[in-house]
């Protein structure tokens, strides 16, 4: 990164300290022999093998950079199927042959290490007794120092090599595109591009609330949401936080977090107050798919520990609050090649752009086939809560292309002439303000999937997931496209002429997908319906997609699961539902039982007492008598509630297949306990504050 600037752009970017901590481009320029350096980037760079003789020059260069960044332990960092990171860190110190202490790091252990894999999840694809698991340094994602550690990205697998992590499949679904994509290229005449990466942002919301305020709620330290909670007075009705003044106490936050991921390589560039009161976004430069998610995974790190630092506590929950929106992840994402050509660029005059009309007709036809494993991509209980609630997209996969380039799609497939509509430059309508023009197409926020000039923008992940399966299913289905397009373009004696028929294929095939309208409306879900667009609406539903026989020939196609690998993510996402679901049911178990049902039996006391002192004054008083017995009720329904909700616990436990388990808790259990929330907020709203046993909404959302 900092390596190609100019002398000039070097020591700005050394005046906010930029990937100070990371072993980059120019660490490793300045420490590695010249042909060592460039056997690394060619694997880097171009995906090229790496040469095994390098790993030790590598490993000694990076451990005395590291040493001299502070670091005092190493740690193969890598993505198990939790959603978050895992890593064992090991101190340098070793004992020499000769008896002496000695700081070392070998090129074995920087290329291997293993962890115990029995103790991650595995979906069945190794006993315990056979527990060995590998972690694989990715010398694609840069190394970095963090809390006097040396992080090292590692892809992880079983024993036998199959995928444990988020990261292997990334990086075999990258493979497969850029060789997939460089053959197409190659058709088309290109011979300057070497290879292909798909580029992608993640724009990531999130909220921050008072720390003191979340540790004194169990819900928020155990699930990271609220399962109780009255509707506040305010929430975000009057549009008045979306990208409104940022708090001081937010402020300062978002400067330390932007200076200590910058010092880390990510490039955060975007911040701002989202939608929701308390809550906000984050959207960093682009990169490689791989370095993208690898770096969103730390900057949610790095958020949980700012916040912390801050006296905050970072929520990035689905949906943490009730009445107001929640949180979600945007992937943009495009493919370019390593000579900087956006193959998603429409340039000036997309109507005659065959290049571009062939990529994009693979898309719209890899959506469209593969619209069920986008849809699970971004399955999980957390977002369940979010989406199709109108205020995220619904459950049904659609593209938003808009009409400027469906008019030349359509154009094309009717065989009629397609042209690119001029520029239009804007009139605002005073003289004094610059002019510009207008886009191609309007932005559609209500869009699963919308093209937004140079990439797709997929809006459906929830804040917390990994984004990594969600590009492994764009890469891959893509993949596929590309391969029949490779087909049909062999055996063509006029390119141009067929990517036309290519395109006029696709629109009769796929163009069912695109819809340009508002998606949050009943009658998009009847006309998706109609135009048999799958509506998947709940994560347990998803998960079987992952099982089906088309995605699984998919996946084996394209070398980037094997079927077992299919299973055992299957078995993963029902065992992480099921084991979300019964620790919030518990949660709200002993929350109900220990906390709110005391509480408003207390209250009931208080005020029961009141009465018969009011009473014996001779004073009757009606109206409070009525509210005695309106608490009363709400505290029989609670315990009530308690009782049952402990029984359904135990016959969700029962029940031996997770399958059918999860089916359980997703059509019994869920809703149940929705409704048992209803009643504890409405006793919320009948007690005094200070009476009720943890801070409310109001505390949360506007304490900052
Ligand atoms: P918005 O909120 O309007 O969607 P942001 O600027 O917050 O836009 O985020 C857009 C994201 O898209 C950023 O991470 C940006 O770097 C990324 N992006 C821009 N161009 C590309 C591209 N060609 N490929 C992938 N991502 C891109
Ligand atoms: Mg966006």
């Not at 959207?283 to 958020?303: G, K, R, W, Y």
């Not at 394209?558 to 299957?570: A, G, K, L, V």
Request: charged residues 25%; hydrophobic residues 40%; aromatic residues 8%.
């Amino acid at each position: 990164m900092r390596s190609g600037s100019s002398g000039t752009a070097q020591k700005q970017l050394m005046s906010i300290n930029f990937a100070c901590q990371v072993f980059d481009e120019a660490a490793m320029k300045q420490r590695l022999s010249p042909s060592v350096f460039e056997s690394l980037q060619n694997t880097q760079k171009l995906g090229n093998p790496l040469d095994p003789n390098l790993a030790e020059a590598v490993a000694s260069a990076m451990k005395n950079w590291a040493i001299e960044m502070g670091a005092t332990h190493y740690t193969h960092w890598f993505q198990p199927l939790t959603n978050i990171t895992a890593g064992k860190h090991e101190a340098f110190l070793n004992r020499s042959r000769n008896g002496e202490i000695i700081m070392e790091f070998s090129g074995k252990a920087l290329i291997k290490g293993e962890p115990d894999a029995s103790s991650f999840p595995t979906g069945g694809l190794r006993a315990t007794f056979e527990a060995r698991g590998y972690t694989a340094w990715d010398p694609t994602s840069p190394a970095f120092v963090r809390d006097g550690t040396l992080y090292i990205p590692t892809a992880f697998c079983s024993y036998n090599g199959e995928a444990l992590d988020a990261k292997t499949p990334l990086l075999r679904s990258i493979q497969s595109l850029s060789e997939q994509t460089m053959k197409i290229l190659h058709l088309l005449g290109n011979t300057t591009s070497k290879s292909v990466l798909s580029m992608v942002g993640l724009e990531q919301e999130y909220f921050l609330v008072d720390r003191e305020a979340y540790e004194k709620r169990l819900d928020l330290k155990i699930c990271g949401r609220t399962l109780f909670g009255a509707k506040p007075p305010k929430g975000q009705e009057l549009d008045d936080h979306y990208c409104g003044r940022i708090r001081l106490r937010v402020a300062d936050f978002m400067r330390d977090l932007d200076e200590r991921l910058w010092a880390l390589g990510v490039i955060s560039k975007v911040k701002h107050n989202e939608v929701a009161p308390a809550q906000h976004e984050l959207a960093p430069v682009f990169s490689s798919a791989n370095i993208a998610c690898d770096h969103n995974q730390l900057t949610m790190e790095v958020m949980r520990q700012v916040a912390k630092e801050h006296g905050l506590a970072c929520l990035l929950h689905e949906k943490p609050f009730e009445y107001v929106n929640g949180s979600g992840k945007h992937d943009n994402w495009s493919i370019n090649t390593d000579d900087g050509i956006n193959l998603l660029k429409p340039g000036k005059n997309p109507a005659e752009n065959n290049q571009f009309l062939l990529f994009l007709s693979a898309v719209i036809a890899a959506v469209d086939r593969y619209a069920d494993l986008l849809r699970v991509s971004a399955a999980c209980p957390g977002n369940d809560e979010r989406l199709g609630m109108n205020e995220a997209p619904p459950a049904i996969i659609s593209i938003n292309l808009g009409n400027h380039l469906y008019s030349i799609l359509k154009n094309i497939a009717s065989g009629r002439r397609a042209v690119s509509d001029k520029a239009h430059y804007l009139a605002i309508g005073v003289d004094a303000l610059p002019s510009f023009t207008q886009d191609d197409s309007d932005r559609n926020r209500t869009s699963p999937f919308a093209f937004t000039g140079n990439r797709f923008e997929f809006r459906m992940l929830g804040s917390s997931q990994s984004p990594a399966f969600a590009n492994v299913v764009l890469n891959a289905a893509v993949t596929e496209v590309l391969g029949e397009f490779e087909t049909i373009l062999k055996n063509s004696e006029d390119i141009p002429d067929t990517i036309r028929s290519i395109v006029a294929q696709t629109m009769a095939e796929h163009g069912r997908v695109i819809f340009n309208g508002n998606n949050y409306t009943e009658e998009w879900r009847a006309e998706a319906h109609r135009r048999g667009l799958p509506e998947i609406s709940n994560t347990v539903d998803a998960i079987d997609v992952l099982v089906d026989p088309k995605n699984i020939a998919l996946f084996t196609k394209t070398n980037i699961f094997t079927e077992d690998e299919c299973r055992s993510r299957h078995e993963i996402l029902l065992e992480n539902y099921e084991k979300v679901v019964f620790i919030e049911a518990n949660t709200m178990h002993e929350m109900l039982t220990r906390q709110i049902i005391p509480a408003v039996t207390e209250y009931i006391g208080k005020v029961a007492h009141s009465f018969n002192e009011l009473t014996k004054l001779g004073i009757e008083n009606a109206e409070l008598k009525s509210m005695i017995s309106e608490l009363s009720e709400c505290a029989s329904k609670l315990i009530a509630g308690g009782r049952d909700l402990e029984k359904l616990i135990a016959e969700g436990h029962a029940i031996e297949d997770t399958r059918e388990t999860c089916q359980f808790l997703s059509k019994t259990l869920h809703p149940y306990m929705r409704s048992l929330r209803s009643y504890a907020d409405r006793a919320e709203t009948l007690l005094d504050s200070a009476s009720w046993p943890f801070p409310n909404y109001t505390d949360l959302l506007f304490r900052v």
